[in-house]
Nanobody
């Protein structure tokens, strides 16, 4: 199993930057695809960025070109660098670890960190 703890959220003005971190404990970290999701009030949780076990990355169209996801297997951390933040980026951001074993997907979630973008 994997335990995830996010940090780095806060209040930022539009156009600013924030860096979210997700610290993982448990093994084997390198066998999990890692992702960031977010959920705004009244909306469904949505996938923001993913980094796979082979270090491939993908982003939602809404953040492509502004957000960058990276991971450090030695430190068991995943980072989301968020630049050019917009009001609509305001949400609770969740770190996710996912792995398929024996045909079943296993998901683990952090507690979330609030990101608020102000005008």
């Amino acid at each position: 199993q994997v335990q995830l703890v996010e940090s780095g959220g806060g209040l930022v003005q539009a156009g600013g930057s924030l860096r979210l971190s997700c610290a993982a404990s448990g093994n084997p970290f390198e066998r999990y695809d890692m992702a960031w999701y977010r959920q705004a009030p009244g909306k469904q949780r949505e996938l923001v960025a993913v980094i796979t076990t082979t270090s491939s990355t993908d982003y939602s169209d809404s953040v492509k070109g502004r957000f960058t996801v990276s991971s450090d297997n030695a430190k068991k951390t995943v980072t989301l660098q968020m630049n050019s933040l917009k009001l609509e980026d305001t949400a609770v951001y969740y770190c996710n670890a996912a792995r398929v074993r024996f045909g079943r997907r296993h998901d683990y979630w952090g507690q979330g960190t609030q990101v608020t973008v102000s005008s």
